[in-house]
């Protein structure tokens, strides 16, 4: 007699989903920060922090399965190695702090994204919120334009008057306008997943709102975003050759379109002092190339921040913190490939799974956004990528119950060659920085 093996039981946090929804409304609309006080400084209120801890206990206690990934684990090896680092550097007691803050940040809401949100219902309204956020946001910025004065109603000044900005993690117009391009993608995926005119209509505008906001943010590193986001769309629509040769003619309207942003040039002091601090950061990798010299020490080594996602923390956590954290992106995007590499005309009786496809394509397109902008800021730590993670991971297992196929992804020798490609991107970061200087 054949012994059945019983299937595990799933059984879905409410509780933890609800706090995880009032957690993203404090960290991405933070209503707990409208406050005229703010007109000199930024108030910050813990609020976020205890949400977010209620809806880790509703997980831990309620919701199954629990969905690790090797996201989890490549994450932990982070949370677990910049301590290490610290010690190395005797900073052991600073690191200890910023541990906490990269697993409050970093793989805590990775794991409450993957595992929460576990449903298109669920999904519907995070992203909902994205956009809710992504709009008031824009109005935010508007009021600050408006304003003699860049005062918005929240009472926050743009920043030294001319470029947009918003509240605690968004207090960066750089960090806004990476918010505003990464959520393009999402509205697009909204505008189409809806039957509603006036709906689709709204998302449409709003995606408009999100290019006007960038350029009232004033940022360079979005702008150069929203340029790779499209060259990647134009890829797969229309092949590498017709893109290329399309973008070798449209070199002039582009330059024209940078030339209303702040000066992009090698030789203006800002993108100087950008290369410097990337070569800086090389310097640091060569003095302790295994453990950095401690996350949140490249300000104290050089002066200034990296201004490059990818050299800050190769040189705050040496080659392993590297290839962990590039490794985790990289998958991420692979994970996502093989959902909208799908046949979708195999699922044409199934909506929720050419919903599903169409999803994961918007997401490699939010991650080509993130990764390009990254490139030009230092922002490996801010905590949306990693909730764009958890989204992604959540995507992909759920896919992998009703289209098995993909499952070919969770295989280690996939894990070995992305790392081992990591690896080879600091060769490649390395070469770039020396043919700019």
Known sequence: ?????????????????????????????????????????????????????????????????????????????????????????????DSIDETVDFFLYGLLPLLLYAGLVDSQRKQYWMLILLATACTIMLHHGISQHLDPDGFGWS?????????????????????????????????????????????SNIFLLLCFGMLYG???????????GFMALVFTYSCFRYGKFKSSITALILLPGIYIAMSLFRAIDIEEGSAQGRIDAWYAGFQMLIYRPFFGVGKGEFFGHHGLTAHNSFVLIMAELGVVGYVLW?????????????????????????P???????????????????????????????????????????????MLKIAPEIGDILD?????????LSLLSIVVLFFIVKILL
């Open 214 to 224: 960038i350029y009232l943010a004033n940022s360079r590193g979005a702008l150069v």
């Open 352 to 398: 929720t799974i050419i919903e599903n496809i169409l999803f994961a394509k918007c997401l490699f397109y939010s991650f080509i956004g993130y990764l390009t902008t990254a490139f030009f800021l230092s922002r490996c730590y801010i905590i949306f990528l990693y909730i764009f993670i958890g989204l992604a991971c959540g995507l992909y297992y759920r």
């Open 326 to 350: 590039t490794t985790t992106i990289a998958f991420t995007m692979y994970m996502l490939y093989k959902v909208f590499s799908l046949d979708k005309e195999r699922y044409t009786t199934t």
């Open 155 to 199: 009472g926050v000044r743009s920043f030294k008057g001319e470029r947009i900005r918003y509240l605690g993690i968004f207090r960066d117009p750089n960090d806004m306008a990476m918010f505003f391009l990464i959520n393009i993608p999402i509205l697009i995926f909204l505008k189409k997943s809806t039957n509603n005119w006036i709906l």
């Open 1 to 93: 007699m054949v012994r059945q093996i019983p299937k595990p039981i799933e059984s879905s946090s409410n509780l933890g989903y609800f706090f995880l929804l009032l957690y993203s409304v404090a960290i991405f609309i933070r209503p707990q920060e409208w406050d005229p006080a703010n007109v000199e400084y930024f108030i910050e209120y813990p609020i976020a922090r205890y949400l977010l801890i209620v809806s880790f206990i509703g997980y831990l206690f309620s919701q199954t399965p629990k969905i690790w990934g090797y996201q989890g684990w490549l994450l932990l090896g982070i949370v677990l190695f910049i301590p290490i680092s610290g010690l190395r550097n005797g900073v052991f007691s």
């Open 412 to 420: 280690t020798k996939i894990i070995g060659k992305l790392m081992l």
